[in-house]
């Protein structure tokens, strides 16, 4: 066979190949998160068929409809779980940003002594799972009479994140050589504005990164705030879908719908600030 | 006016020392080349200058103020780095206007100065891009573009050009001689690149192990080296140095090979010396060598030849040690050939065997 053909299409059927495998992978990664989305759309009957209806008959708003209705018709306070669920993973993710920026920054850039050990038991730290914390947590909560209120979530959220944001930001101003803040210096800035004009923008796109992080773990955190909330004041979406189960029945559909709303201000965030993700800027300064 | 001087200062790094005690005073204008073997100390140096390290010991002073505790920004120099440290995230534009604006000063000025700068390099038309989108050789012009945008008293280079291949180096050499001229700005160069000392510098500062050894013009240096460092140190190929003991006003080599002691120095009996020739001062004999009156001749077998085009290396062995001589208006040589070599004696040099000082008053 003329060879020049035959690599062609071993291209093609290479390429081809490569596609499906990436299909398949995606598949399973998204076929649960359509369920989901599906199963928000149609009625119960349908969601709890066997076998199960892969292709809907029927597509309708029923569950939002209820889960926005009245209390006594399957109603849930969406509203009041989404502000509490925003206002505790954006502050927790600010503060954890903060201070995993501080963090982060003395350990990349300062002789720190024990700076391994101290960077080990942060680590450590992340070893212990959450629901091992929660009843230590609910009893000292309970002392200090924080539980159910957004400042002890907050401050939960905050402590689980820190660890990871130093850890990865020490990791990115690492990347960002010294020299960049020392000509900023030389330029005519203080250490403080050679932070913020030069080493801040260049490390924005690992910063940001930190931040969808920490936003998403306090945004999907059930554990530790099944414990620590019990009323409006503080349920946050994830403990509000428990909401949806009853003693004999767990209401699918509803509780699909609530978690189609905690996924989109989630890839919503995503989007926004992938922009920022584009790492191709940050190269270049430097001849490495 | 900006004269730089250097009392006693010294860096430590914890326990460990590496720039001893340096003086140094360089006039307004002056281009001075520090020049070392790698770990020497010249960054160090330099960055002490800049303020991007605490100095240990001594002063600083830039024109007439002592600037030990002074910040980078008020000392009123610019820096080139080796990585040329751009800001990754502006543009070219950006990247050279960055001191007026932190200074906070009218944007139009900001863009004439820019755009004065961009012109004396050439990088007009690249004022839009992002360093990331430049060559090296563009990137090194920016840098340099930043660091002549704010007119400082003092501009730092720390080898800016060793990141570049050979061609651009040489090219980029020669801007900066260009650039000097047209500023007149006093610079302190930082290179381990000898040719680039020589070429460059009004005053070469050679360093090695945190001291200098020895300051002087390029001609200086490399005509009247105060030790047997700075002689291999300065000059390509690097002077040959050769074991030898004084007997009767003769030098004796390890092969019993004899010639006179050099012309001019005087060393007594018995001392053993390393007797020092340039390449260009061991010829073989009828190749052009300017004629002298103190001429020494050995045979000596060519086991290598290096041909350069206007002239040609040729590497030998005298007295059991590798020998590079040079033959002008070449021809080609065999190697095995053993060809009679005329020592120019008045250019030699003799060090001492233990110190390695010149011999030379
Ligand atoms: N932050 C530091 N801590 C400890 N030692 C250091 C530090 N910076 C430099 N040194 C040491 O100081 C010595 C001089 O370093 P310096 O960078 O000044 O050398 P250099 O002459 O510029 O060499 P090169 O030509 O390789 O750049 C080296 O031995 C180096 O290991
Ligand atoms: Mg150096």
Not at chain 1, 137 to 159: E, P, S, W
Not at chain 1, 160 to 180: A, C, H, S, Y
Not at chain 1, 258 to 271: D, K, N, S
Not at chain 2, 277 to 304: E, F, K, S
């Amino acid at each position: 066979m003329d060879s020049a053909l035959f690599h062609r299409i071993r291209r093609r059927v290479l390429k081809a190949a490569h596609f499906f495998g990436l299909f398949v992978a995606m598949s399973l990664i998204c076929l649960p998160g359509l369920w989901v989305v599906l199963n928000s759309f149609r009625p119960t009957v349908e969601i709890m068929a066997k076998p199960p209806v892969w292709i809907p008959n029927e597509l309708n708003l029923d569950h939002y409809r209820a889960m926005f209705g009245g209390i006594g018709e399957g109603g849930v306070p969406v509203l009041t779980y989404f502000v509490n669920s925003l206002v505790i993973s954006l502050t927790s993710t600010i503060i954890a940003l903060l201070v995993g920026m501080a963090g982060g920054y003395a350990f990349a850039r300062y002789r720190i002594p024990g700076k391994g050990a101290i960077f080990v038991s942060l680590m450590v730290t992340r070893a212990v799972p959450g629901v091992a914390l929660s009843l230590p947590l609910f009893i000292l909560y309970g002392r200090l009479g924080i539980i159910d209120t957004h400042f002890g979530m907050i401050l939960v959220y905050v402590a689980l994140n820190v660890p990871f944001t130093i850890w990865l930001i020490d990791g990115f101003f690492r990347q960002v050589p010294k020299e960049l803040a020392e000509a900023a210096e030389i330029d005519g800035c203080t250490r403080w504005q050679a932070f913020w004009k030069v080493e801040f923008p260049v490390a924005r796109a690992g910063i940001a990164s930190a931040g969808i992080f920490a936003f998403l773990t306090s945004w999907n955190e059930y554990a530790l705030a099944s414990q620590l909330t019990r009323s409006l004041n503080s349920k946050t979406m994830p403990v509000g879908l428990m909401d949806f189960t009853s003693q004999f029945t767990l209401n699918w559909g509803g509780m699909c719908a609530l978690a189609v709303l905690m996924i989109i201000p989630a890839l919503l965030l995503t989007f926004l600030v992938q922009k920022h993700l584009i790492a191709g800027l940050t190269f270049g300064g430097v001849k490495g | 006016m900006a004269d730089v001087v250097l009392k006693g200062v010294q860096k430590n790094f914890g326990a460990l020392a590496v720039v001893h005690a340096i003086d140094l005073s360089i006039v307004h204008g002056e281009f001075v080349v520090l020049v070392g073997p790698s770990g020497c100390g010249k960054s160090t140096t330099l960055r002490m200058i800049a303020g991007l390290e605490d100095i240990s010991g001594g002063t600083v002073q830039i024109g007439d103020r002592v600037v030990n505790d002074l910040p980078p920004r008020d000392r009123n120099i610019s820096m080139v780095f080796q990585n040329y440290a751009l800001y990754p995230h502006m543009t070219v534009r950006e990247n050279l206007g960055f001191s007026l604006h932190i200074a906070k000063r009218p944007k139009d000025e900001i863009d004439k100065a820019v755009a004065a700068a961009a012109e004396i390099l050439s990088l007009t038309p690249l004022l839009d891009r992002r360093p990331g989108q430049l060559s090296g050789g563009q990137r090194q012009r920016v840098a340099m573009g930043r660091a002549i945008v704010r007119h400082p008293d003092v501009f730092l280079f720390d080898e800016p050009l060793s990141n570049l291949d050979a061609k651009l180096r040489t090219q980029m050499r020669v801007e900066i001689k260009r650039l000097h001229q047209k500023v007149g700005t006093t610079i302190i160069y930082v290179t381990h690149d000898q040719v680039e000392a020589m070429t460059l510098a009004d005053r070469i500062v050679i360093m090695r192990d945190g001291h200098i050894v020895q300051i002087g013009t390029p001609l200086d240096v490399f005509e009247r080296p105060m030790n047997a460092f700075v002689a291999t140190f300065i000059g390509s190929p690097p002077m040959n140095l050769l074991p030898a003991t004084v007997h009767d006003g003769q030098l004796r080599l390890a092969d019993e090979t004899t010639m006179p002691v050099p012309p001019g120095i005087s060393v007594r009996n018995g001392r053993h010396v390393q007797f020092g020739v340039r390449a260009d001062n061991i010829m073989p004999d009828g190749h052009a060598m300017p004629p002298t009156a103190h001429m020494a001749h050995v045979d000596m077998p060519v086991t290598l030849t290096e041909p350069l085009g206007t002239e040609t290396l040729l590497f030998g062995t005298l007295a059991g040690t590798e020998v590079q001589a040079k033959m002008l208006n070449p021809r080609p040589v065999k190697p095995g050939e053993v060809l009679r070599f005329g020592i120019a004696l008045d250019k030699c040099h003799l060090f001492d065997a233990e110190t390695g000082a010149s011999l030379r008053a």
